[in-house]
């Protein structure tokens, strides 16, 4: 959303006398459905003299228009119309500069998702989808201080798999990689929402329960 804005804003502030749509969907027009399935902007200078798509495809007001492919990993988020009710409003250096602004913002939302994935890879042990140890140290210090603050309880469940190491030389390791997929997808389905479920270690696991007595 950020980006978003940040790009609407540049635009409206170069071309202050234009207009902007933010197309979340390749419906609103064959325009718009074009731009979402080969990424490639298009450029209408004058709408009377264009000749690929028809009059009917061009909303009121729409007579000089820009469509821009925002983008991630090869793939079409949205498509961000710039356009202008006067014809030739938009010179082919304009065109170039939106192009620029567009290829921008698409290169903000890979970096941006590479670093969420990333950190979400440092958090999140990539075998059982649980909260690794450091997660999970991180935030028993924080309930920790609520509790004290709050003066409600916290209950903390710590245990691990009996005799997992007879699963890993009896079945090899893939078997015992099940068996901590399908213990931590019994702990995700047997708790709440704000309790925090962590892989403690090796097979051992870890729940934090705020606001939970000892009973």
Excluded: W
């Amino acid at each position: 959303d950020e980006i978003v804005a940040a790009l609407m804003k540049s635009v409206l502030l170069i071309f202050p006398d234009s207009r902007t749509e933010f197309l979340v969907s390749p419906k609103h027009s064959r325009i718009a459905e074009d731009v979402f399935k080969t990424l490639t902007p298009i450029y209408v200078p004058a709408v009377s003299r264009e000749t690929r798509y028809d009059q009917s495809q061009f909303a009121a007001g729409e007579r000089s228009c820009v469509y821009l492919a925002l983008s991630a990993f090869s793939r079409c988020i949205a498509v961000v119309k710039v356009y202008s009710e006067k014809e030739d409003f938009f010179s082919m250096d304009d065109f170039r500069v939106l192009e620029i602004l567009s290829a921008t913002s698409s290169i903000a939302m890979e970096n941006l998702s590479l670093y969420i994935t990333t950190e979400e890879l440092a958090r999140k042990d990539p075998l059982t989808g649980l909260f690794t140890h450091r997660s999970f140290q991180e935030k028993l210090d924080e309930e920790i201080l609520v509790s004290a603050r709050t003066k409600k309880p916290l209950s903390l469940l710590i245990f691990d798999i009996d005799h997992f190491k007879r699963i890993n030389d009896s079945y090899g390791h893939q078997s015992g990689d099940e068996v901590l997929k399908k213990i931590a997808a019994a702990c995700l389905a047997n708790v709440r929402e704000f309790d925090f479920v962590a892989r403690y270690g090796g097979e051992e696991f870890a729940v934090i329960m705020p606001q939970t007595p000892k009973a």
